[in-house]
């Protein structure tokens, strides 16, 4: 065995060679990777007693992509022939054996071999489109020639992990073997290849499935009209069709010259830097500094909820998922047939669209029981809380659940807000209260806000942050405070833009502004879906505010058919002129002579507020950094992950310009504008908001 740098080996057996490649732990495609196979390939075609190679991976996993830290560094600088020109232009079979996943820049590297072998649990795909880039190294001129335009743009326009048997089934893998024989399979497959006379065949070299698609000019407008909504923002999907317009329609070399310029602009971009900036922020947020990895988790394997209402339901479906027995608790028969009903009817609608069998309905329902009694909870090891948001209500219910649960039991609720450390303390166990703050609708919503009280056990954290992902959400440890992360700063927004109504801005004004940033909606089309009437007392209304108002009217949003916009049967929203006319009645009654407020200062006065809050949070240690702030507005509140958050786009503006502006502000609408303490340390250090 020749050891040919720190990371790649060479073995030759009787006329094959088998470079591996061991780089823990995914084998990325970093500097040294790439010259260990440069030197590899360069001294295995230059041995005159080689006849074919196979390039194989030590670890878990085949190349699992590129090594992202490098991009925008000159660390990957290139003074020769990279890795995959040295491959194209072998003159020896090359075989690719890949197992676990061979993704982004792996794929790209496997499809430079003549051939590719992998194992039967192996994944393959290009999803670099998830950091704002395309496949830069051949990978959108070399796929669409193995599987055609349609597949290939599927493929990487969705970025999703392709199972092998699909792959073998488009021609990407040439074989598939048993996992435990892949070395050896693929030795016996180069074997058969130099027996049968040593073909080469190299995919850029093929021309069929893109001599169909430049019979169907209607291809390329067709996918652009069908996605336009689902690429609005982004411009790595633009660019990836026009790569593979220029796979279809022009030579390899033509095509890989405008996959190389589209890819540099897209790496320069502050689109792709606010994804590939994401993508570490997400990773991040998993770990909790004072949490060690090996810190004991408790086993959970029933779980309990209470309350079988929108947000009950969504939660215990989340479990049933992930294949965990679920209990559900509901005062009333009806309630209880109600919200069980309403989960079939979700499981159903899904396995209607394909995504799940029948049986799989019948097997997730059979793990979820419904209940009457909360002493169904005893043996349970974990329950969440998921009623009114009424504190009184709550420290009831946790009385009674400390005295039935058992004891190490975890005991959450799904507080959007109250103080935890006020419910805890009806308890004896204290150290087992945790917030679990699902975001509606919970099947669905992919965050969860883990919030952690004043006495809450790290065992009990780790074990949540770690059945979050279990159940598929992204967790983001948060503190107790009034609206905790989330919330709180969107209260920030509220409050800015109840003063814009008042001042002589409409709902759908604001509303613009801040989609036209690329928010899926704004504050008042939010309130209009989620209901007016949340929190809202008829008993208790005095007609104080528009809101109100708009609820005695019975306007309670889209499930009423009007609130701030009137709605069609389809729930098509058009600007009511009812709440245009109780606005301007609450302005004339206010004395306030309305005027003309541009989009530019309703969407600065909309988000700054939001961003110097998230520093007031920061400096009261209720997230643990300032990524994890974005984490949660990308996850919870639809912000546009080409954007990054609102602590990555503070950066974007930059820290002195968001400063100016808020004392801007300050001056004209007071302390509500008065720039964070740790802004102005900043500002005055030269840092980054998003490094906090």
């Known amino acids: 065995m020749e050891q040919i740098n720190e990371v790649v080996t060479l073995d030759i057996e009787d006329g094959i060679a088998v470079l591996t490649l061991d780089s823990p732990p995914v084998n990325a495609l970093s500097a040294a990777v790439r010259a260990g196979l440069q030197q590899g390939f360069t001294a295995a075609i230059d041995d005159d007693a080689v006849q074919a190679i196979v390039l194989i991976c030590a670890g878990r996993t085949f190349i699992a992509g590129a090594d992202i830290s490098e991009f925008g560094s000159d660390s990957g600088a290139q003074t020769g022939p990279d890795e995959r020109e040295i491959m194209d232009n072998s003159p020896k079979p090359i075989v690719a054996a890949i197992h676990g996943t061979a993704l982004g820049g792996g794929l790209e590297t496997a499809l430079c071999a003549h051939y590719r072998v992998a194992a039967q649990s192996a994944k393959v795909g290009l999803p670099e489109v998830h950091l704002g880039l395309l496949p830069g190294a051949g990978g959108t001129q070399r796929l669409p020639r193995l599987t055609g335009a349609e597949v290939a743009l599927d493929w990487m326009i969705t970025g999703r992990h392709v199972p092998v048997a699909e792959a073998a089934e488009y021609g990407v893998v040439d074989e598939v073997v048993p996992d435990e024989s892949l070395r050896e399979d693929a030795i016996a497959f180069a074997r058969r290849v130099v027996a049968e006379g040593g073909e080469l065949r190299r995919v850029r070299d093929r021309d069929d499935k893109v001599a169909v698609d430049r019979d169907k000019p209607e291809l390329f407008a067709d996918f652009r009209k069908k996605h336009a909504r689902k690429f609005r923002g982004f411009k790595a999907p633009e660019a990836i069709v026009q790569c593979v317009e220029a796979a279809v329609n022009r030579p390899f070399d033509e095509g890989r010259e405008v996959e190389k310029t589209l890819f540099a602009e897209l790496v320069s971009s502050p689109e792709s830097a606010a994804q590939r900036y994401y993508f570490f922020a997400e990773r991040a947020a998993a770990k909790v500094p004072d949490v060690p990895r090996d810190t004991p988790r408790i086993p959970v394997e029933s779980v309990g909820i209470i309350g079988a209402g929108t947000m009950g339901g969504g939660i215990a479906m989340n ?34 669209k394909g995504r799940i069998t029948s049986a799989q309905v019948e097997e997730r329902m059979g793990l979820i029981t419904g209940s009457l009694s909360k002493d169904d909870l005893a043996s349970v090891d974990l329950v969440i809380e998921a009623v009114f948001e009424l504190m009184d209500v709550k420290k009831s219910i946790f009385t009674e659940l400390d005295a039935i649960c058992k004891p190490g039991a975890i005991l959450a609720t799904n507080t ?39 006495h809450t056990s790290k065992e009990v954290i780790a074990t949540v942050m770690a ?116 606005i301007e009645d609450f ?17 600065e006065r909309c988000t700054l507020p939001m961003i110097n809050e998230g520093l007031h949070i920061l400096e009261e240690g209720k997230a643990v950094r300032a990524s994890d702030v974005d984490v949660i507005y990308v996850n919870g509140y639809g912000w546009p992950v080409y954007r990054g958050g609102p602590m990555f786009y503070a950066d974007q503006l930059g820290a002195e310009h968001v400063l100016e502006r808020l004392r801007f502000y300050e001056e004209k609408y007071g302390s509500d504008f008065t720039p964070s303490p740790l802004l102005e340390k900043v500002v005055a250090e030269g840092g980054r908001i998003s490094e906090l």
Not at 319 to 326: D, H, K, S
Request: proline share 6%; with cysteine; charged share 30%.
């Open 319 to 352: 479990f049933a998922n992930a294949g965990i027995p679920v209990t559900i608790v509901e005062q009333q028969p009806e309630a209880l047939e109600r919200g069980l009903g309403v989960i079939r009817k979700n499981y159903e609608r899904t396995a209607s």
């Open 467 to 582: 059945l979050a992902k279990k159940i598929g959400k992204i967790p983001a440890l948060v503190g107790v405070c009034p609206g905790f992360v989330g919330n709180r700063i969107l209260y920030a927004r509220r409050r800015e833009s109840e003063r814009l109504l008042m001042e002589g801005a409409m709902p759908w004004d604001i509303d613009t502004a801040v989609t036209n940033f690329g928010l899926p909606m704004g504050p008042y089309q939010m309130s209009d879906l989620a209901g007016l009437d949340i929190g809202w007392r008829k008993e208790e209304s005095a007609g104080r505010t528009v809101r109100e108002v708009l609820c005695e009217m019975d306007r309670r949003g889209q499930k009423t058919g009007a609130g701030y916009y009137d709605y069609d049967e389809n729930r098509k929203a058009t600007p009511s002129p009812v709440a245009a006319k109780i």
């Open 416 to 454: 959007s807000g109250l103080d935890i450390d006020e419910i805890a303390a009806v308890t004896e166990r204290p150290e087992a209260v945790i917030g679990m703050h699902f975001f509606s609708p919970a099947n669905v919503m992919k965050l969860l806000e883990v919030v952690r009280a004043d």
């Open 587 to 603: 302005r004339a009654k206010e004395g306030v002579e309305p005027r003309e407020i541009s989009e530019e200062e309703i969407f």
